[in-house]
Each structure stands twice: as C-alpha cells, then as structure tokens.
C-alpha cells in the first residue's frame, strides 16, 4: 500500500470518527475508504472491524461521566452483545466470501437509510421512555435483541450502533446521553470480540489498520466537541444518499 493510500485512509479515519460522534455511523465512511484503495471486500470488512476499536476506546473515553452509574447493567449488556459479536464474526468467517458479496450492498443501504431516519427513531423511542411505556431494562426480549443486533455488528457493523441505541432508548428509562454512552460500550465489546477473532483468523491489512484506527481515534475523540458547531442535518443525510449510491454501484458491478 503506497504511502497516499495511507494517507487517504487516515484521513478517511477521522472522518468516520466525526461521522460516529455526529450520527452514529462510522463504518460507513471506512469500509468504503477500504474499498477504494483496493481491498477486496471480505478482507476490507475484517480489516474495517478491527480498525474500529479506535473508535470504541475515543468515544467510551469521552463518556465516562454519562458511564458512571450504569456498571451492572451493563456488564450483562456487554456479554450479551460479545457473545453476539462473536457469532457474527463466525459467520462472516465460515461463509463463502461470495454470500458476503452479494449481501453487503442490501447491508449498506439498510444503515443509509437507518442513517437517515434515526433522529425519528430516537425521538420516538425517547417519548415511549418519557411516556413509561418502558419496561426493565434487560428484559429477555431486550436481550435477545441486543444479540441480533450485535450479530449484525460482527457479520457487517454499519448502523449496528444506530439499532442499538434506539432499543436502549425504548428499554432503558434514561436520558439519550446515557443511552449513547451504553450504546458505545455495548456496541464496542461486540466489535472487540469480532476483531480479536479477525486478527487471528482473517486476512486484516494490518498496514491499513494501524493508520485508520488512528484516524478513527482522532475523530471520535473530537467529535463532540465539532458536534456542537457544525449542523448534524445535512452531513447526516449527504453521507446517508453517498451510502445508498455505493450500494448501488456494488450492486451493479457484481
């Protein structure tokens, strides 16, 4: 990989960074940064979820006060959601590369459009929450949920984090700024055990990983405090229709 290339990728890390911070969505900007320096998509998409630990550690480090507090809960959170990562990743790893080729542009259009109509799905799930329409916060059937999701987020990733927020955001009567930090930390330990996974079984370009995790530290990391400047609206749905136009082009040229 030539040394533009790396750069192009880091570049796109803090992008993806800022991206996750501002709607939740970080993959959507690396894994095709991934695919336009060359990678093949399996090797990209494994490539992508071990970078993604960057984003994990910048934004569970930006939220520790919204963290405090929430400790048991999410302990059983979190080993619901590895468990799900971790048949996610073994999915991804002992299916033909071609089944994962033929899904991941239906893949990408559900998170662009996810992408588009989460503010809809936040403030719906916040008004159930405020109504006390809620329930406990880890149900059996929120559990179970959570583990679909988190088997999403280790097969493919892209809007895994905007599908868990708004099932937190319905079970869980707290503020959404809680929400999102649960989000973060439950949505991370499934990313991890995927990519601890990848990085012993898969092909991940570790070249690519090591300049787009610091991207994606970088931009996760500074993406709040960007968030409170820079209008959410427009970025959100520009990257959203860039994201069903990749879909299309992957799916066109299969």
């Known amino acids: 990989m030539t040394g533009w290339q790396l750069a192009f990728l880091f570049v796109a890390g803090i992008g993806g960074g800022l991206t996750g911070s501002i709607a939740g969505l970080a993959s959507l900007v690396s894994y095709p940064a991934l695919l336009a320096v060359g990678l093949p ?25 919204e963290l ?3 400790g048991p809960v999410l302990w059983r959170l ?28 239906w893949l990408i259009a559900l998170a662009s459009v996810l992408l588009m109509v989460a503010p809809r799905l936040r403030a719906r799930a916040l008004r159930s929450a405020e109504a006390g329409t809620t329930g406990t ?9 959570a583990f679909g999701v988190a088997l999403y987020g280790g097969y493919f990733g892209a809007a895994a984090g905007v599908m868990l927020l708004a099932l937190l955001s319905v079970a869980w009567s707290q503020s959404l700024a809680r929400s999102n930090a649960a989000k973060n930390l439950a949505s991370g330990a499934a990313n991890l055990v995927a990519a601890v996974g990848f990085a012993f079984l898969a092909p991940v370009d570790w070249a690519a990983v090591g300049v787009l995790t610091a991207g994606l530290l970088i931009g996760s ?9 820079v209008p959410a609206t427009p970025l959100r749905i520009a990257i959203g229709l860039a994201g069903l136009g990749l879909a299309v082009s992957l799916w066109v040229g299969r």
């Open 137 to 145: 916060p880890l149900g059996p059937l929120t559990l179970a949920t």
């Open 78 to 105: 979190c080993a619901v959601t590895a468990v799900g990562g971790a048949a996610g990743g073994a999915l991804l790893l002992l299916t033909p590369g071609d089944t994962f080729e033929v899904i991941v542009p």
């Open 221 to 229: 990391r500074i993406g709040p405090a960007l968030v409170r400047r």
């Open 41 to 65: 998509p399996v090797i990209a998409n494994v490539t992508n979820t071990v970078a993604m630990i960057g984003t994990t550690v910048g934004s569970v480090a930006g939220s520790r006060q």
């Open 68 to 70: 405090r507090g929430q």
